[in-house]
Structures are given as C-alpha cells and as structure tokens.
C-alpha cells in the first residue's frame, strides 16, 4: 500500500459520524428538490438529452476543481478504468437515465411510493453482496421510515392504494433505485489510491461516454429543448446540487455510517419535500404530515444509533466512528 493509499484511507475515516450524518441530510434536500425539477423537465427537455448535458457539465464542474488531481492519478484511473466503470454505470448512468426516463410514464404518488422504497433495496442489496446484516433495532427503525413515508405520500388514506398499479415508467424508476443501491454497496470497494476529486472526476467522464450514444438518439430522433429561463435553472440546479455537490458529501459519508444506515437519507426526502413545498408553494401543513415526519424521525434515530459495530468498523477500515 502506498503512502497515497494510507492518505486517501486516512481522509475517509477521519470524517466524523456526526458530520457523515449532516451530509445525508444535505443530499436528501437536493434530492428533495431534484424530483420537483425532473418531473419539471419531463414535459420540456428529452430524458436522455437532459441526463447527458447534466452530467457534462458535472465533469466541467469535477474537472475545474480536481483536474489536476484526476491528471496526476491518470495511472491509477488507467489502471482501474472497468472497476471505474462500473461505478460509473450503476452510479450515473443506471441511475440517471431510467429515473428520468420513468418519470415521463408515471404519476407523482407512484414516483413517491417508489422512491420509499430505496432504503429497503439498499438494505437488501447490501446483505446480497456483503452479506451486510442489520440489527433488530434497525429493522424497526426501517420498517418506521417507511411507513411514516406512505403516510405522508398518500396523506394518510389507504384508499389511494386503490388507485396504484404498475406501468412501465415505474419499473424503470425502480431499476434506477436498484441501480442505486448498487452503487452505494459498491462504495467500500473504491480504489483506496485514489483521491476523492480524482475518483468522482474519472466515473463521471465514463458515465457521460457511455451516455453519449443515447443523446445521438435523441439528435436522431430530431428531439431538443428550448434553451430558455426554466429550462435553464433545471438544468443548472440537477448539475450543482443533486449531483456535483451530493455526490461529493455522499461518498464522504456512506463509508462511515455504513450502506444501511445511508439508506435512511431516502426517507428524509419526503419530509424536505413537504417542508419546501410549504416555503416555496405557500402550501399548508396538514396533521398527516406531522404524523407521517414524527415516524420517519424516530426510524431514523432507530437506525442511526442502532447500527451494528462490526459493520461499521469493516465499512471504515477498521477503526470505530466517533459520534
């Protein structure tokens, strides 16, 4: 192991829990706003245009502040390009394109119900390929958020469940969830060699190659969008927010809390959706949603402070977190 590798493991475990938690709250608000924006989109800018031009300008955004970091690891990149790929894949592209794609097909309460249902995919995709396991007080915990979720979601009538049914867009933003977990899971296989900025600069510019040919399919197709005042504040706000800036904070902080408990940012999206609906909407607070935030809130605390020590001291190398 080289004297970068000891680095780069050092700077990973010296981020503490209480701050990796912080950084999952981050994310879950840009994420928050990021499916008001996709769903803002889905009616004005191509999915697959509006996945390759957002992540384009990501790579502009990881290459202004780490280029020259990523430019010095070349080697190392070289050298781990399919591992980088796959990443690359699972993270961006498998996410990205699907999630937009499905939102052209479905409506609001299946996106929401489907997107409940992200801490459980990770949580079960973590036991598939680590064989990561929980506690008992995290599976409440789990089991907590995601109801208080569907309470929220389907504002606390049970006969809107009458309503739901599966179409193609929401198997496709399902397979993006899937695609998700994936990643996040993978996330303790990074190559340790590599510097943050350089590991994320490098699976981004593969992300976009291989989303290149799907935006030839749109130029083919002779599909563009207006570039006009809303178009562009979609875009710009998908580029900084829910992907240059929260998958820095994230990547930080899921080899610290552990794949499991990062998981539990996916219930907290809800909530910051409401919270910036009833400040940007001038929509009112209603009895379900204090019910349905008072349950995610206490899954969460279950899942946080019930996480198994032994799965946190694999995830971070070894050395225990401090909280």
Same mark, same amino acid.
């Given at each position: 192991?080289?004297?970068?590798?000891?680095?780069?493991? %050092?700077?990973? #475990? =010296?981020?503490?829990?209480?701050?990796?938690?912080? *950084?999952? @709250?981050?994310?879950? +608000?840009?994420?928050?706003?990021?499916?008001?924006?996709?769903?803002?989109?889905?009616?004005?800018?191509?999915?697959?245009?509006?996945?390759?031009?957002?992540?384009?300008?990501?790579?502009?955004?990881?290459?202004?502040?780490?280029?020259?970091?990523?430019?010095?690891?070349?080697?190392?990149?070289?050298?781990?390009? %399919?591992?980088? #790929? =796959?990443?690359?894949?699972?993270?961006?592209?498998? *996410?990205? @394109?699907?999630?937009? +794609?499905?939102?052209?097909?479905?409506?609001?309460?299946?996106?929401?119900?489907?997107?409940?249902?992200?801490?459980?995919?990770?949580?079960?995709?973590?036991?598939?390929?680590?064989?990561?396991?929980?506690?008992?007080?995290?599976?409440?915990?789990?089991?907590?958020?995601?109801?208080?979720?569907?309470?929220?979601?389907?504002?606390?009538?049970?006969?809107?469940?009458?309503?739901?049914?599966?179409?193609?867009?929401?198997?496709? +933003?399902?397979?993006?969830?899937?695609?998700?977990?994936?990643?996040?899971?993978?996330?303790?296989?990074?190559?340790?060699?590599?510097?943050?900025?350089?590991?994320?600069?490098?699976?981004?510019?593969?992300?976009?190659?291989?989303?290149?040919?799907?935006?030839?399919?749109?130029?083919?197709?002779?599909?563009?969008?207006?570039?006009?005042?809303?178009?562009?504040?979609?875009?710009?706000?998908?580029?900084?927010?829910?992907?240059?800036?929260?998958?820095?904070?994230?990547?930080?902080?899921?080899?610290?809390?552990?794949?499991?408990?990062?998981?539990?940012?996916?219930?907290?999206?809800?909530?910051?959706?409401?919270?910036?609906?009833?400040?940007?909407?001038?929509?009112?607070?209603?009895?379900?949603?204090?019910?349905?935030?008072?349950?995610?809130?206490?899954?969460?605390?279950?899942?946080?402070?019930?996480?198994?020590?032994?799965?946190?001291?694999?995830?971070?190398?070894?050395?225990?977190?401090?909280?």
């Amino acid at each position: 192991m080289t004297g970068k590798s000891d680095n780069a493991a %050092g700077e990973r #475990s =010296a981020v503490p829990y209480w701050l990796a938690l912080i *950084f999952l @709250v981050f994310a879950a +608000v840009s994420w928050a706003g990021s499916s008001v924006a996709g769903r803002a989109a889905s009616g004005n800018v191509p999915p697959f245009t509006l996945s390759f031009v957002r992540w384009s300008l990501v790579v502009v955004c990881f290459l202004m502040v780490g280029g020259g970091e990523t430019w010095r690891q070349r080697h190392l990149i070289i050298q781990n390009w %399919g591992l980088l #790929s =796959a990443f690359g894949l699972f993270g961006v592209v498998g *996410f990205t @394109v699907p999630y937009y +794609v499905g939102l052209q097909y479905t409506v609001a309460v299946n996106a929401s119900l489907m997107n409940a249902s992200g801490t459980i995919w990770i949580v079960m995709t973590a036991f598939l390929m680590t064989g990561e396991l929980i506690s008992k007080k995290q599976a409440v915990g789990i089991t907590l958020g995601f109801f208080g979720t569907l309470a929220i979601v389907l504002k606390a009538d049970l006969s809107l469940l009458s309503g739901f049914s599966i179409n193609m867009g929401d198997i496709l +933003v399902l397979v993006g969830f899937f695609s998700w977990a994936v990643y996040t899971v993978m996330l303790r296989w990074k190559p340790p060699e590599l510097t943050e900025m350089a590991f994320l600069t490098s699976l981004t510019i593969f992300a976009v190659l291989m989303m290149f040919p799907l935006y030839l399919i749109d130029l083919w197709r002779g599909v563009s969008f207006e570039i006009n005042v809303d178009n562009t504040i979609i875009i710009g706000y998908a580029v900084i927010f829910p992907s240059f800036l929260s998958y820095i904070v994230w990547n930080k902080a899921v080899p610290v809390v552990g794949a499991s408990v990062a998981g539990m940012a996916q219930y907290l999206i809800p909530i910051f959706g409401v919270t910036l609906s009833v400040l940007l909407l001038g929509e009112s607070i209603k009895p379900y949603h204090i019910a349905g935030i008072v349950v995610i809130f206490i899954g969460v605390w279950l899942v946080t402070s019930g996480r198994r020590p032994e799965s946190a001291n694999k995830t971070t190398g070894g050395e225990t977190d401090e909280r």
